[in-house]
């Protein structure tokens, strides 16, 4: 199999597997692919994935064979350049990126102009004619080789450059001359010298190897992992490593170098976007140094910015990079991100990849592509990641609400934010992990900050442009982000910062709006998100295409109306016991679980008995004519027990009795492992008196509902933590019993369903026996995790960080369902409960229900519908239409 792939000039680019992504990398295959549609690449060539999965399994060596294949691929980049690799005549100069997969901005290494060393700057200077250009490369080489490569402080690179530049009185780098920089890298040489006791290497061969090295030794970095956590990327993927010869943005000002995008990323507007500067190289872009211009004149103006747009300053290289924009979106059927340098008026693509964009933009583009006909509704409807739709379900800042405007700095990711400053990454996530909700305050933000910028519930930076590292990864992440706000100051030693004239500290609250730019100071009022537009159109083509019901988990009917705008179509589950907590209700529900006769409950439970009714009218009403699974009393008693004398004397008097004799109680119930203690279907069977209240609540309201709506709602009662059959026999017959008292009573009858959670493992590996009592089984994943792994869904916080570090869970399996050991048992469930009852109903109503990884298994295994939290439920539908498709 190949190990190296060669692309541009006269490569030969049929080999399926220079394409495949798994192979070659995004960009490799990005870059073969642009090469072959006749775009102006860089001859280059691109070590695969493999190789780099192979040398960090085998102690970090090379094989002869890549060092043979590596040195063809050379020769081809050579002879389609006419340079040599070298050569101190006219070398050849190339860049080593990394390239995984999928893209994980700044988390991996790069290396640019390698190839330089004392003799071939001169080579470069004569060939170019310009010796600031070749000591400026020089200098950039050393700089960036030795950070990446040979792991030496770049800050000391940086402070050397800035005293260089105050010596001679400069503000800019572009105000530095040939000498200048060859002063600068004799003063580099002798940094990497003092700092590594070596020289800095002059054989470019040795250059070369420890560049591709470093690359491939940047995928187990750090950050690189942090982002892998985030992001859910396989260790084992790998990064490939993409070798090409360079073209040069910075050979003066017919040369320039920008980072674009075929759409807007934020809004997902049809407008070429981009940013470019002029005589510079591409990290100047992306690292915010000097602030980019505009791409197009309508940007320009638009934002009232002097500097000339690319589309003003260089006509002919902005009309053939918009021609290439339209060739890659049709080619590619989707936005895409591009790399570009202009050398001396030629135009050049250096990379193009299908963009990050915002949940708002995803869905905008993912709707008009299909009205443009580049996409059809199935594949727009999987171009959207569900989980992205919660930035848009989230409230925005309420337009009406007086806002204290700071400052406006770019829109770099939409969505608002208001928190508290915090100036560093480490304490913002220490501030986060305490419940704070903060607003992370940075210069600029590097890779070093992506836990900070993760903990954070929104970020501003002083400098950076649209596309800086904090506008990318914010705008990734879902995280609002103004960058490049210039009015902001900061004092990391006093940790303090001005905006304009206005003085803050660390702890003061600001509010963000990354749709328009705006810093305020204090917290601004938000309204509830727009759920038509895009959002409505592509809603309703998930639901056209899903197989699977969305149902929603609620309890009050405020929850209830918003979960069914969302696009609820029944409850999934309704946890009764939350409906026991309401003021003024949780001094009867104490006086029931405290009386010690059944005689003292059934009076208790006589004053809940109205209140459970009038709560489930009104959420039959609100849910009328959908399916409702209420589900009887779950939580152990002593959860309602009283806190503290103040709570015993109250409840003392309300109920007559003494505070010691209620503590006494109180003690009896005590439990020490109240999860597998005495909760769920045990109480209904040691105390009947209060299933029977609820299930009486439940028909009564049904009947009252069906009588004045003229539809009866259909109430399906679901008893909980079923481990056997007879449990589920015993309280079924009871509920039954309850149904025609009640229906006797009112003189009308309703449809209605008993059935059971399947929440144990035993109730799993019993499903067959227990579907002869059970209409239906919904799948209570959050229990069943825990008691099949052993790990309470309460204590677990402390030890489910590490485990998912060290690859133990591949998720949280609170979070994603743990399809290999609880799936099995929800599938083996469902497969044993159809056997007996063909038309058993089967649904899930763990948290899982709204994780869309965990819904493509529902899928999988047949189940009738998910049940997802209120806000959950849009997901749910499209993460449902995916699995369906
Ligand atoms: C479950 O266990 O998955 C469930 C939905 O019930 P609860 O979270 O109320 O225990
Ligand atoms: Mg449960």
């Not at 993912?366 to 594949?379: C, I, P, R, T, Y």
């Not at 069906?706 to 589920?728: D, F, H, N, Q, Y």
């Not at 919904?778 to 099949?788: A, E, H, K, R, V």
């Amino acid at each position: 199999m190949k190990t190296v792939y060669t692309f541009g000039g006269s490569a030969d680019h049929s080999d399926p597997r220079q394409k495949d992504k798994t192979v070659t990398g995004g960009k490799g295959a990005n870059l073969a692919e642009m090469a072959q549609i006749g775009l102006p690449v860089p001859p280059g060539f691109t070590i695969t994935t493999e190789e780099c999965v192979d040398y960090l399994a085998g102690g970090s060596d090379f094989s002869d064979d890549l060092r043979a294949a590596v040195a063809d691929a050379l020769k081809h980049v050579e002879q389609t350049v006419g340079k040599t690799l070298g050569d101190n005549g006219d070398p050849l100069l190339v860049s080593v990126r990394s390239g995984a997969r999928v893209s994980m901005p700044g988390m991996m290494d790069t290396v640019l102009n390698l190839g330089l060393n004392d003799k071939t700057v001169a080579g470069l200077a004569a060939t170019s004619g310009d010796d600031r250009f070749a000591w400026d490369s020089y200098r950039r080489f050393i700089q960036m080789y030795s950070d990446v490569v040979l792991g030496v402080d770049h800050g000391l690179f940086e402070e050397a450059l800035e005293i260089a530049k105050e010596d001679k009185g400069f503000y800019n780098d572009t105000e530095m001359e040939a000498e200048d920089w060859q002063t600068l890298v004799a003063e580099y040489k002798g940094i990497v010298d003092q700092e590594l006791g070596h020289p800095f290497p002059q054989d470019v061969n040795q250059q070369l190897w420890g560049a591709i090295a470093a690359v491939f030794d940047s995928w187990d970095s750090d950050r690189a992992k942090v982002y892998r956590r985030l992001n859910d990327i396989p260790a084992e993927w790998g990064t490939a490593v993409n070798v090409q010869a360079m073209v040069f943005g910075n050979m003066g000002d017919t040369s320039a170098t920008g980072v674009a995008f075929t759409r807007d990323p934020a809004t997902g507007e049809k407008a070429y976007y981009g940013e470019y500067l002029i005589n510079a190289q591409g990290e100047d872009v992306v690292a915010g140094i000097r602030t980019p211009q505009y791409l197009t004149k309508a940007a320009r103006e638009a934002a009232g910015a002097k500097p000339l747009s690319m589309e003003e300053a260089m006509p002919a290289a902005y009309s053939e990079l918009a021609d290439v924009f339209d060739l890659l979106e049709k080619h590619y059927r989707d936005m895409q991100d591009i790399e570009f340098t202009v050398q001396d008026g030629k135009l050049w693509m250096l990379q193009t990849r299908s963009g990050k964009r915002t949940a708002k933009a995803a869905l905008k583009m993912a709707v008009d592509m299909v009205g443009e006909g580049l996409v059809e509704e199935k594949e727009a409807i999987l171009r959207v990641d569900p989980m992205a739709l919660d930035q848009l379900l989230h409230p925005t800042l309420d337009p009406d609400a007086k806002r204290d405007v700071l400052t406006t700095g770019l829109p770099a990711s939409p969505g608002a934010a208001s928190g508290v400053i915090v100036l560093d990454a480490d304490r913002a996530e220490q501030l986060a992990h305490g419940g704070e909700k903060v607003i992370l305050v940075r210069v600029e933000t590097s890779p070093e900050d992506i836990h900070g910028m993760h903990a954070a519930k929104g970020i501003l930076t002083a400098r950076g442009g649209m596309t800086s590292h904090a506008a990318v990864v914010a705008r990734g992440m879902g995280r609002p982000c103004v960058s490049g706000a210039s009015a902001v100051s900061i004092d990391m030693k006093a940790r303090t910062l001005r905006i304009g004239n206005r003085e803050l500290k660390e702890g003061d609250t600001l509010t963000l709006d990354g749709s328009n730019g705006q810093v305020m100071a204090g917290e601004v009022a938000t309204i509830e998100p727009e759920l038509a537009g895009d959002f409505g159109i592509l809603m309703e083509w998930a639901d056209k295409y899903r197989r699977m019901r969305v149902r929603t988990n609620a309890e009050t009917p405020n929850d209830c109306r918003m979960a069914r705008q969302f696009g609820a179509e029944g409850i999934g589950l309704c946890r009764t016991e939350h409906m026991f907590f309401e003021a003024g209700r949780i001094s009867a529900v104490r006086e029931m679980i405290l009386a010690d006769s059944e005689a003292g409950r059934r009076d208790a439970l006589a004053k809940l008995l109205p209140e459970q009714r009038s709560d489930f009218r009104e959420i039959f009403e609100v849910m009328v004519g959908l399916p409702c699974t209420i589900r009887l009393l779950d939580p152990p008693l002593h959860e309602f027990l009283p806190h503290g004398d103040s709570e015993f004397e109250e409840l003392a008097e309300n109920v007559g009795l003494s505070v010691d004799y209620l503590k006494r109680r109180a003690g009896e119930l005590h439990e020490f492992n109240p999860m597998l203690g005495h909760r769920g279907c045990r109480l209904g069977i040691t105390y009947p008196e209060i299933y029977e209240m609820q299930a009486r609540a439940i028909f009564e309201a049904a009947c009252e509902v069906a009588k004045t709506s003229g539809e009866a709602p259909v109430p399906e009662v679901m008893i909980p933590l079923v481990a056997t059959r007879r449990e589920l026999q015993i309280l079924r017959a009871l509920v039954e019993r309850v149904a025609a008292e009640v229906f006797a009573e009112q003189g009308t009858e309703i449809e209605y369903m008993v059935g059971t959670m399947i929440e144990l493992p035993r109730a799993a590996l019993m499903a067959g026996e227990i579907a002869e009592e059970a209409r239906f089984f919904s799948f209570g994943t959050n229990d069943l995790t825990q008691t099949t792994l052993g790990v309470s869904r309460d204590d677990s916080a402390r030890f489910l960080g590490p485990y998912v570090d060290k690859g133990i869970f591949a998720r949280d399996p609170f979070v994603s369902l743990d399809l290999e050991g609880v799936g099995q048992l929800v599938e083996l469930a469902a497969e044993r409960g159809r056997a007996t009852r063909g038309d058993i109903k089967l649904g899930i109503c763990g948290e899982h229900g709204g994780d869309p990884a965990s819904i493509g298994f529902c899928e999988k295994v047949g189940l009738d519908y998910v049940s997802a939290s209120p806000y959950r439920v849009p997901i749910a539908r499209l993460a449902a239409a995916q699995a369906s498709l």
